[in-house]
């Protein structure tokens, strides 16, 4: 996956990824949209936004968390 919205600058919000270098960190996004607001909700609140940007923003979340899923044991 292109995560050509993703930014990452050392000097700007610590280093967190970022979208599109706007000062909009990805966990923003992330925490919005678990909290219920809609694409809609958060792009009228954040203008500088764009649809894209939220899915990409998820996206890029969910890669960052992809580990190997190991099963311990068969369920009952």
């Given at each position: ?5 993703i ?7 610590e ?13 923003t996004?992330?925490r ?17 936004l ?27």
């Open positions: 996956m292109n995560f050509d919205r930014t990452v600058e050392p000097d700007k919000l280093g967190k990824p970022a979208v599109r270098g706007l000062r909009i960190t990805v966990e996004v992330v919005l949209v678990a909290g219920g607001w809609t694409f809609d909700e958060i792009l009228l609140d954040y203008p500088d764009e649809r894209e940007d939220i899915k990409q923003a998820l996206e890029y979340a969910a890669a960052s968390t992809n580990v190997h899923f190991y099963r311990l044991r068969e369920p009952a």
